[in-house]
C-alpha cells in the first residue's frame, strides 16, 4: 500500500509502503526505496547505499519485532537541517530497541546496523505512530543527502495552508490538535502542553531541547518530530 506519490516529495508530500511480515520485508523494501529514489533524480551510487541501508533495517524489524502490525516503509525530504532524504522503517513493538555494535557486518543479531551508519549521512530510532493507521511503535531511520538541485529550493507556502495540512496530517495519525489564530493573523495548534506557531516561513514549537523551527515545506519531518515528542510525553518507554 503507497499513501502519497514520489513526485509529491519535493512539495512536503511523503510516501508510506506496508511491508510483508515474513522475510520478503528487505527485498520489497529494497524495490520500493529504489523505485523512489529513481524517480527523485537520485543516481545509482546512493540508490545502492539507500537498498542496502534499508534491507538491514526491514531485516531488524521482521527479526526481532514481528508484530500483527505489519512494518511499514517511510520516505520524505527534509530541507532543515540539511537536504536529506529521510527513509524510516516502522514496527510496532517499543520493547526493542536498536543497537549498534562492533560486530562482524554479517553478524545474525541485528549487529549489521553499522552498515547502515557506515553508508548514511545521520541515522536514529524514536517513539512514533504508524503513518498508515493509529497503531503506535517506534521507527528507525537514515538520512543520504538530497540530489542537486532540489525542486523545492524557494519554494514559497501560505501558512494558512502548511497549518491545515500539518493538522490534517497529524489528524490521520490518531493525534488531535486544537487550533486558533493570534490578532496578527499567526495560525497556532496546540496538543496538550505543546505548542505549535505556524509562522510565515516555518512551524516552531518548544520542546525539551529549545525553541524549534522547521521550514513550512518539510512538513512532513515537522509532523514526525511532533508525533515522536507527544509520544515520548504520553507513552514513555518502561
Do not use: Y
Request: with cysteine.
Amino acid at each position: 500500500m503507497l499513501t502519497g506519490r514520489p513526485a509529491d516529495i519535493p512539495a512536503g508530500g511523503a510516501c508510506a509502503f506496508r511491508l510483508p511480515r515474513d522475510p520478503s520485508a528487505a527485498s520489497r523494501a529494497r524495490s520500493l526505496i529504489a523505485a523512489t529514489m529513481r524517480e527523485l533524480g537520485f543516481t545509482a551510487d546512493p540508490i545502492d547505499d539507500a537498498k542496502l541501508a534499508v534491507s538491514e533495517l526491514a531485516t531488524n524489524a521482521h527479526t526481532h519485532a514481528s508484530s500483527a502490525a505489519r512494518p511499514e516503509l517511510w520516505i520524505w525530504a527534509r530541507t532543515h537541517p540539511g537536504p536529506e532524504l529521510v527513509v524510516s522503517v516502522f514496527d510496532a513493538h517499543r520493547d526493542i530497541w536498536p543497537v549498534v555494535g562492533d560486530a562482524d557486518l554479517l553478524d545474525e543479531h541485528g549487529k549489521g546496523l553499522s552498515i547502515v551508519a557506515a553508508l548514511a549521512a545521520h541515522t536514529g530510532s524514536h517513539l512514533t505512530r504508524s503513518r498508515l493507521t493509529t497503531t503506535t511503535g517506534k521507527c528507525v531511520w537514515f538520512t543520504l543527502p538530497l540530489p542537486t538541485p532540489w525542486p523545492a529550493a524557494g519554494r514559497v507556502i501560505a501558512p494558512e495552508f502548511a497549518a491545515d495540512r500539518l493538522q490534517a496530517v497529524l489528524r490521520a495519525r490518531g493525534v488531535l490538535t486544537t487550533r486558533r489564530s493570534t490578532n496578527g493573523g499567526t495560525s497556532i495548534l496546540t496538543l496538550g502542553a505543546l505548542t505549535i506557531e505556524v509562522e510565515p516561513k516555518s512551524f516552531s514549537w518548544l520542546d525539551g531541547q529549545g525553541r524549534t523551527r522547521q521550514p513550512l515545506v518539510d512538513l512532513q519531518e515537522t509532523a514526525e518530530r511532533i508525533v515522536s515528542t507527544h509520544e515520548s510525553r504520553t507513552h514513555p518507554t518502561p
